[in-house]
């Protein structure tokens, strides 16, 4: 089982790339989406939006691609998101499974600032995405496993601006993810308007 945790404010085609390629390259039966509940290393730095409508998002974005679900579990946990207290609790919903815990290479290489991140390597194997031909270096002792997925320069971060301005924002943002965003009237979107030509 892979765990794909992040803030998913929205998602976007890099995270559904990203999850879908782990996936076949390891075989895993299932990738969770794990949307964070209160992402910590990004408290006080922007207003994020509301977990349940994140997960929301994330449950349409992944609603017909095999092998990826939508994970609500830190929401159930409350409080801040930390990937240690997430894998305890898989591990104790789903006794046996083998779990690796998917990070891009920028997370990666700041791992030793997680909050117990050496639980974090016990409880799962660590897989990192990296870009082609730009390896990512890891603290020493650690097991991981390097997964290449084609460099698509998509964030969250322009996706939002892109909302408020108006730019396209085709095929950076699947269909169901923006006919979410529209009905639930998210990121400056009006209830019933995409933001967008849905093409």
């Given at each position: 089982?892979?765990?794909?945790?992040?803030?998913?404010?929205?998602?976007?085609?890099?995270?559904?790339?990203?999850?879908?390629?782990?996936?076949?390259?390891?075989?895993?039966d299932?990738?969770?989406?794990?949307?964070?509940n209160?992402?910590?290393?990004?408290?006080?730095?922007?207003d994020?939006?509301?977990?349940?409508?994140?997960?929301?998002?994330?449950?349409?974005?992944?609603?017909?691609?095999?092998?990826?679900?939508?994970?609500?579990?830190?929401?159930?946990?409350?409080?801040?998101?930390?990937?240690?207290?997430?894998?305890?609790?898989?591990?104790?919903?789903?006794?046996?499974?083998?779990?690796?815990?998917?990070?891009?290479?920028?997370?990666?290489?700041?791992?030793?600032?997680?909050?117990?991140?050496?639980?974090?390597?016990?409880?799962?194997?660590?897989?990192?995405?990296?870009?082609?031909?730009?390896?990512?270096?890891?603290?020493?002792?650690?097991?991981?496993?390097?997964?290449?997925?084609?460099?698509?320069?998509?964030?969250?971060?322009?996706?939002?601006?892109?909302?408020?301005?108006?730019?396209?924002?085709?095929?950076?943002?699947?269909n169901?993810v923006?006919?979410?965003?529209?009905?639930?009237?998210?990121?400056g979107?009006?209830?019933?308007?995409?933001?967008?030509?849905?093409?």
């Amino acid at each position: 089982m892979g765990l794909f945790g992040g803030t998913f404010d929205p998602p976007h085609v890099g995270h559904l790339v990203t999850a879908v390629n782990v996936a076949y390259e390891l075989d895993l039966d299932v990738v969770v989406m794990m949307v964070a509940n209160i992402p910590w290393q990004k408290q006080g730095t922007r207003d994020i939006t509301g977990a349940e409508d994140r997960l929301a998002l994330v449950s349409a974005a992944v609603a017909a691609v095999d092998r990826l679900q939508p994970g609500r579990h830190e929401i159930d946990l409350g409080g801040n998101s930390y990937t240690a207290d997430t894998l305890r609790s898989l591990a104790a919903d789903f006794p046996g499974a083998e779990l690796f815990t998917i990070v891009g290479d920028d997370a990666a290489a700041g791992l030793p600032s997680w909050e117990r991140h050496e639980e974090v390597v016990a409880q799962s194997r660590l897989v990192v995405v990296d870009r082609p031909g730009e390896p990512v270096e890891l603290p020493g002792g650690v097991d991981w496993i390097r997964v290449e997925v084609p460099r698509l320069e998509v964030s969250s971060t322009d996706l939002r601006a892109r909302f408020t301005d108006g730019r396209p924002l085709d095929y950076l943002v699947t269909n169901p993810v923006l006919e979410e965003i529209r009905r639930r009237g998210l990121y400056g979107v009006p209830i019933g308007q995409a933001g967008t030509d849905d093409r």
